[in-house]
């Protein structure tokens, strides 16, 4: 495929993708929803196609493909959000480039990001990750951890001095209707938010059911594929 069709096509799902999250959101207020457009599998080209575009925020859930992304297109003003499990050998590096991680899901990896974000002296937003999944074994875990366990790895994010935390994160779980799983995490956030008062924003949604992570207010939505095209079936 020539640039220019490839730029195209990325055009046109792009705007169709933004209209959607607009309607999605007029309902429930007029709020600012931000885009992340997940760019896992296909090349820094076209991230430099879908800066041209106007996107901003570009995400990325393995750390041995972000990294050569990210210093490939290091003159490029984009926010960088890491999605994925978070390795936490990796964490400290992941640190160094990412100016969000939506996946922090242990004390562990807390420190981590901590400890590299202060070497690069940069703040890195986080999200805790909840499992919205009802029975964990059952259904397959997505990452994550369980509803009771938020406000300890909040409180560690809360308590390091280069991380900020920003909200919650979460994946509906197969097999079930994903509004009902966002309510659950749209439940976990307003807990958290009576502790601590920056972590207003809900990560959720992607190709599949952005529409109803919106109508449950998610803040922060996740779309590959929908604007991307279909990843081959790895992952
Ligand atoms: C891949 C991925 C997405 C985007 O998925 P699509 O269905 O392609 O929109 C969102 N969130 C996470 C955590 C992902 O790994």
Not at 54 to 65: A, K, L, P
Not at 118 to 137: I, M, S, Y
Request: glycine share 8%; aromatic share 4%; charged share 25%.
């Amino acid at each position: 495929m020539s640039e220019g069709t490839r730029r195209d096509e990325l055009a046109e799902r792009l705007a169709e993708v933004r209209a959607r999250i607009v309607a999605a959101a007029t309902p429930v207020g007029e709020r600012d929803v931000t885009l992340v457009v997940v760019t896992k599998t296909w090349p820094a080209n076209d991230i430099r196609l879908l800066h041209e575009l106007g996107v901003s925020d570009v995400g990325e859930n393995r750390h041995q493909e972000a990294e050569p992304k990210v210093s490939e297109l290091a003159g490029l003003d984009l926010r960088w959000h890491f999605v994925g499990q978070v390795q936490s050998n990796k964490a400290a590096a992941i640190a160094g480039y990412a100016d969000v991680v939506h996946s922090v899901d242990s004390v562990r990896v807390v420190r981590r990001l901590d400890s590299g974000a202060e070497r690069h002296h940069r703040v890195v937003d986080c999200f805790v990750q909840v499992d919205l999944g009802q029975d964990t074994e059952a259904h397959g875990h997505r990452g994550g951890v369980r509803p009771t366990d938020v406000e300890e790895i909040a409180a560690a994010v809360d308590a390091a001095a280069s991380l900020r935390l920003i909200g919650v994160m979460g994946v509906a779980p197969i097999g079930e209707e994903p509004a009902e799983a966002f309510e659950r995490l749209a439940a976990v956030r307003a807990r958290l938010g009576e502790h601590y008062p920056t972590a207003t924003a809900m990560s959720a949604g992607m190709t599949g059911d952005f529409e109803a992570a919106i109508a449950a207010g998610a803040t922060h939505v996740r779309v590959g594929s929908a604007i991307l095209g279909s990843r081959p079936a790895l992952r």
